[in-house]
């Protein structure tokens, strides 16, 4: 049954609009306990018997389970950063999401428009299909080129290195393959067909630098990312603890409690076919009643008697 279990948020719990706000996993997670609490006292009105009283005991211990759920905090709370997230320093340090997303389909335009130009070399007559291939290679190799990029100037950001051992032998690889590629394509070539070399050629470096660029916002973005969403357990956790401590989750739980037995007495009182009596029967008037309505009966059969006689 769903949120019948007590379990933290997610990162992909918290909405795009919330993800730099500190309080984000606690709305997640406050929802989740109300809707918790909420079936609990469903769950323990439905017993057999059950009264209010005896369903506010049973929920005695349910704010304890809270706590022990939501104590845990993660890794060890970093204050300085929890203030960072609080006034949203975290959010101003990371890359706009459009920006890494802008620079990721720049790359792929720069792909289909590289490849795109050598099929309308061999559509115009100007080349054979195997060019085509030849236009996916130096398209790869920049790509490689930037990847390799990318993953150094990763590694400069974090540790100060230009020292990232892939991303230096995918870099050569690439910068040679699209150095490579183009010189043989020069070739022969006639002067206006130079100028297509140059085109491709800058393509692929176009192609290597919005590679780089976009691992690195990508990277940043999601380190960032990362820490305010240990921003936002810190906090919820901390309010978690509140909750606990000043009576609020034991308050909603009596209170939810209450809310049921009075909704259903409502309805029930609707529903009901069985009329109420107003003053009930003591037994003195039941004694008195019972043996009138006896003789009534016996004098209404003898009368019937005699009329069928």
Known sequence: MEDMQLRRATRDEISLAQRWQ???AWDVEVERVKNWLHKRANQNLGKPGATVESALADGGNLPDEVRVTYSAQGAQKDVEMLANAADGRIEREAPARGMVIATDLLKWFALLV???IFVWMVAMGWATAVVIGVGVMLAFFGWLMGDGAG???MTHEKIGRWIHPRGLIEFAIGTVGVAAISWIRTVGEEE????VVVITGLLALLIATFQAINMVLTEKYRELHQKMFSCQI?????EHIKAVQTGFWKNFYDAEVRALSNEWREKQQGLSRIPIAATPIT???EATILPTMDTQTKDLGRANDESAN
Do not use: C, K, V, Y
């Open 151 to 153: 993953r150094i100037l």
């Open 283 to 285: 037994p003195a008037a």
């Open 114 to 116: 590289e490849t795109a």
């Open 234 to 238: 810190w906090f919820s956790t901390d």
């Open 22 to 24: 500190i309080a984000a």
């Open 192 to 195: 206006g067909a130079m100028a």
